[in-house]
């Protein structure tokens, strides 16, 4: 299941206190609970699965359930079983088999995990790769970030073999190289984005491409407009409007397609903190079909949900 295609105005405003979803009841193990969160992905019918970080596990809530989420995959403690995850790190939805496709990061694997009743154990389809960000287009490519190679793969599910399509050209900050490549997001032309941690940028690699394109970010750490600050979670819209978790920035912002210059910022920006206007290091990112925004709150141990005004 590629991310959703969802049309935004780009006028568009959302809410500015975000209402809680997942989390919020202190760091824990329960199921009302998260223990740093990372990355998310949302469905088309507004279920949210949630790359529990700490907690070895994907929780799943159903749109408007906010008080108990469900374990669907992991949550047998640290280990590098088949019924077991250590540290995933992002989990998308494939529709067409009815599984999850989860980052195993700290087993350095990508797994697929059934979401039939009664699985008990993933099947591993990719391993030694040291995992951050997953993304699939529309043709159910399978494209992997590997933060300790600097580079971002794309596979044909179920196949070993994988096509280069971004960085491989050591740790650095050329338009061909990559430094911790995290989160991934690609559109219907499979021009892969990719959130280049540790170089504070967004950069664009189109198919085939020898080297990449700043998208935005790229002038250093900072807070000012056309900075960030350990890019996280990415998305694009059908517009071409790119959003992106400024994580130690503690803020989302907005850039318009075509605008190199500055962002905006859509939620947060409101310094580090646990208000319902504020984040704590925000991570992954998402929207649902009706332009609602979703961000998973990793230092506060939540999922945070913005509407569309």
């Not at 907690?55 to 359930?65: L, S």
């Not at 669907?72 to 590098?80: E, L």
């Not at 990508?110 to 979401?115: A, F, N």
Request: charge should be positive; include cysteine.
């Amino acid at each position: 299941m590629p991310a959703l295609r969802v049309n935004i105005p780009a006028n568009a405003t959302w809410t500015q206190n975000g209402v809680t979803i997942a989390g919020g009841n202190g760091r824990g193990n329960g199921t009302n609970q998260l223990k740093k969160p990372y990355g998310l992905f949302v469905d088309d019918d507004q279920t949210v699965v949630i790359a529990d970080w700490l907690n070895n596990r994907i929780m799943q809530c159903k749109n408007g359930d906010t008080t108990n989420g469900q374990v669907v995959a992991g949550g047998k403690g640290i280990g590098g079983g088949l019924h077991q995850l250590y540290c995933p790190a992002d989990v998308l939805i494939d529709n067409e088999t009815d599984s999850l496709i989860i980052c195993d990061r700290g087993n350095q694997r990508v797994v697929r995990w059934s979401r039939r009743s009664g699985t008990t154990q993933g099947e591993v389809l990719i391993d030694n790769i040291d995992c951050v960000g997953l993304a699939m287009d529309e043709q159910r490519y399978l494209y992997v970030s590997d933060i300790r190679k600097n580079k971002v793969r794309r596979y044909q599910l179920g196949e070993k073999n994988y096509t280069l399509v971004a960085g491989g050209n050591r740790k650095g900050d050329g338009l061909n190289q990559l430094n911790v490549p995290s989160y991934l997001f690609v559109d219907r032309q499979q021009t892969v984005y990719v959130s280049d941690h540790n170089n504070h940028r967004v950069m664009k690699w189109n198919k085939g491409a020898k080297e990449g394109i700043v998208v935005t970010g790229g002038q250093g750490k900072g807070n000012a407009l056309t900075q960030l600050y350990h890019p996280s979670g990415i998305f694009v819209d059908t517009l071409g409007t790119l959003y992106v978790a400024d994580s130690r920035n503690h803020r989302v912002m907005r850039w318009i397609h075509g605008d190199k210059g500055q962002g905006t910022v859509i939620v947060g920006g409101n310094g580090q903190g646990e208000r319902a206007d504020q984040f704590n290091v925000p991570r992954g990112l998402s929207f649902d079909q009706h332009g609602n925004l979703y961000v998973v709150d990793m230092g506060n141990n939540r999922v945070q949900r913005f509407s569309i005004e």
